[in-house]
């Protein structure tokens, strides 16, 4: 009978939290007698609920005397003063890298274990850290949450769009010590002191180049092992770089974060933006030593060089024919294979060379990329049996 007299299960009227009947709600009220006014939530001494009146109040009453950063609770400012002190109390007993809070001894220790707890309930890819795993699961829901307030650009991580809002800051916060030079990530800057301090710690086994992050040393590695882990869903196309995987994508997407304020031209590649800038600015910064000639592009002062040095250094297998530079060698090799990559979606011919097809749309579109601005058309320079002058 009691089964059928039970009683109903109880809510907390301040917390909301559940109860299987009254008497373990009294004994939960007993136990957390503190009350928030704003929010409701309980605790069960005064001290945790004035610390948690900080949270609506806006208050940080702890403040590091050596950056001037405040914290909520004193514990957190325990935490942050070993940033300055370099204490690293938790080390791990296989490799002996030592951390600042035990949580994060505890995500290393999965490195050596291989242990993944985080599962994606999607895909099924285990990850270390729950946090992980949270940002993850935005790529199979599509949230972003951080939204760049200058440009709208929205980010998974909090991290990069710290990183995006550099662009727009033209910020460069990690300076080294020794020449002042500036960085935009910290990263590079670690990376950066190599050369003041010639410490290389990660060198590579098979060839000796050191490197001065080990994320740079496995990327180098799978050039010996041949692994290119980023394929491309789209056309195949494998990347031994994430780096390199994420821009190859924007050929797909048609993405071009970079637009020229002065024309209005935009472009795939950071570094293709920063060349055709120069043609604004008329800035060539590659300059021949011996003729003096100079360059916008560090590859035309490569090729140019070979005038002066008489190089050739690129040979044809099948004939023997050198050239300057490989894009010449690649376009000649079509020669021998038949190779013609550049069709007009007009009429079907194709082309060796890009150039070549541009010049044969002229056809189609009627558009002639040179033409005179004194006459309408050249023909009628020819019937008048007068020069025409191109500008």
């Given at each position: 009978?009691?089964?059928?007299?039970?009683?109903k299960?109880v809510?907390?009227?301040?917390?909301e939290k559940?109860f299987?009947?009254?008497e373990?709600l009294?004994?939960h009220s007993?136990?957390?007698?503190h009350?928030c006014p704003?929010c409701g939530?309980s605790?069960k001494s005064?001290?945790?609920?004035?610390?948690h009146?900080?949270?609506?109040?806006?208050q940080?009453?702890?403040?590091?005397v050596?950056?001037?950063k405040?914290?909520?609770y004193k514990?957190s400012?325990k935490?942050?003063m070993?940033i300055?002190?370099?204490?690293?109390?938790?080390?791990?007993l296989?490799?002996g890298?030592?951390f600042i809070?035990?949580?994060?001894?505890?995500e290393?220790i999965?490195?050596?274990?291989?242990e993944?707890?985080?599962?994606?309930?999607?895909c099924?890819k285990?990850?270390?850290?729950k946090?992980n795993?949270?940002e993850h699961?935005?790529i199979?829901?599509g949230e972003?949450?951080?939204t760049c307030?200058q440009c709208?650009k929205?980010?998974i991580?909090k991290?990069?769009l710290?990183q995006?809002?550099i662009i727009?800051?033209a910020?460069?916060?990690h300076?080294?010590?020794q020449c002042?030079?500036?960085?935009k990530?910290k990263?590079?800057l670690t990376?950066h002191?190599v050369?003041?301090?010639?410490?290389?710690p990660h060198?590579?086994?098979q060839?000796g180049?050191?490197?001065?992050q080990?994320c740079?040393l496995?990327?180098?590695?799978?050039?010996?092992t041949g692994?290119?882990p980023?394929?491309?869903?789209?056309?195949?196309k494998?990347?031994?770089r994430?780096?390199?995987?994420?821009?190859?994508?924007?050929?797909?997407?048609?993405?071009r974060?970079?637009?020229?304020?002065?024309?209005?031209k935009?472009?795939?590649y950071?570094?293709s933006?920063e060349?055709?800038?120069r043609?604004?600015t008329g800035?060539?910064?590659?300059?021949?030593?011996q003729?003096?000639?100079?360059?916008?592009r560090?590859?035309d002062l490569?090729a140019h060089m070979i005038?002066?040095?008489?190089?050739?250094?690129?040979?044809?297998?099948q004939?023997?024919?050198?050239y300057?530079?490989?894009?010449?060698l690649n376009y000649h090799m079509?020669?021998?294979t038949?190779?013609?990559?550049?069709?007009?979606?007009?009429c079907g011919?194709s082309?060796?060379?890009?150039?070549n097809?541009?010049?044969?749309?002229t056809i189609h579109?009627?558009?002639?990329?040179?033409?005179?601005v004194d006459?309408?058309?050249s023909s009628?320079?020819m019937q008048?049996?007068k020069?025409c002058v191109l500008?």
């Amino acid at each position: 009978m009691r089964i059928h007299n039970r009683e109903k299960s109880v809510n907390c009227p301040r917390c909301e939290k559940c109860f299987p009947n009254k008497e373990t709600l009294a004994i939960h009220s007993k136990e957390c007698p503190h009350t928030c006014p704003q929010c409701g939530k309980s605790y069960k001494s005064k001290i945790g609920l004035t610390a948690h009146m900080m949270i609506h109040t806006g208050q940080s009453p702890y403040t590091c005397v050596q950056c001037g950063k405040s914290f909520l609770y004193k514990t957190s400012l325990k935490l942050h003063m070993r940033i300055h002190t370099g204490e690293r109390p938790h080390t791990c007993l296989q490799c002996g890298k030592g951390f600042i809070k035990k949580q994060n001894l505890t995500e290393h220790i999965r490195i050596h274990t291989g242990e993944r707890p985080y599962t994606c309930p999607q895909c099924g890819k285990g990850f270390i850290k729950k946090q992980n795993l949270t940002e993850h699961i935005r790529i199979h829901t599509g949230e972003r949450p951080y939204t760049c307030p200058q440009c709208g650009k929205s980010f998974i991580q909090k991290q990069t769009l710290t990183q995006h809002m550099i662009i727009h800051t033209a910020e460069h916060p990690h300076t080294c010590p020794q020449c002042g030079k500036s960085y935009k990530r910290k990263g590079d800057l670690t990376a950066h002191m190599v050369i003041h301090t010639g410490q290389s710690p990660h060198t590579c086994v098979q060839c000796g180049k050191i490197f001065g992050q080990k994320c740079n040393l496995d990327n180098h590695m799978r050039v010996h092992t041949g692994e290119r882990p980023h394929i491309c869903a789209e056309c195949g196309k494998s990347f031994t770089r994430k780096e390199s995987y994420k821009l190859h994508l924007r050929i797909h997407t048609g993405e071009r974060p970079y637009t020229c304020l002065q024309c209005g031209k935009r472009f795939t590649y950071k570094e293709s933006f920063e060349v055709h800038m120069r043609i604004h600015t008329g800035e060539r910064p590659y300059t021949c030593p011996q003729c003096g000639k100079s360059y916008k592009r560090k590859s035309d002062l490569t090729a140019h060089m070979i005038i002066h040095t008489g190089q050739s250094p690129y040979t044809c297998v099948q004939c023997g024919k050198s050239y300057g530079q490989k894009s010449s060698l690649n376009y000649h090799m079509r020669v021998h294979t038949g190779e013609r990559p550049y069709t007009c979606i007009d009429c079907g011919k194709s082309f060796t060379k890009k150039s070549n097809l541009k010049t044969h749309m002229t056809i189609h579109t009627e558009k002639i990329p040179h033409a005179c601005v004194d006459r309408p058309s050249s023909s009628n320079a020819m019937q008048m049996n007068k020069p025409c002058v191109l500008k």
